[in-house]
């Protein structure tokens, strides 16, 4: 069975960190671009990051910048995300996705559409 598996999510305070995991099973990662993007409760599904198949390049929303770092391990079929100084508006189901149709990392962020695979995503809520 091809799937995306997220982990790592839960209740955290402002201010505090929490590492996503999206691990692959049946099909391998090196091939493909990966991506997190969430949803926030009454809003529209957007990128957060994005990672090259090779981890050479990264694309990150204005909003993470600086606060959040994407980055795979092919060996183990897995891309993390590192998420630092966690503000309340990072509240939202975060899904990790991956893709070979886009040329670009920055293409891949900039869309929902055109992912060969989605995770079923995992709830990150930060809370005091």
């Known amino acids: 069975q091809l799937r995306l598996v997220e982990s790592g999510g839960g209740l955290v305070q402002p201010g505090g960190s929490l590492r996503l995991s999206c691990a692959a099973s049946g099909f391998t990662l090196d091939y493909y671009a990966m991506g997190w993007f969430r949803q926030a409760p009454g809003k529209e599904r957007e990128g957060v990051s994005c990672i090259s198949s090779s981890g050479g390049s990264t694309s990150y929303a204005d909003s993470v910048e600086g606060r959040f770092t994407i980055s795979r391990d092919n060996a183990k079929n897995t891309v993390y995300l590192q998420m630092n100084s966690l503000k309340p508006e990072d509240t939202a189901v975060y899904y990790c996705?991956?893709?070979?149709?886009?040329?670009?990392?920055?293409?891949?962020?900039?869309?929902?559409?055109?992912?060969?695979?989605w995770g079923k995503g995992i709830l990150v809520t930060v809370s005091s």
């Open positions: 996705a991956a893709s070979n149709d886009f040329t670009t990392v920055q293409a891949m962020c900039a869309t929902n559409y055109g992912m060969d695979y």
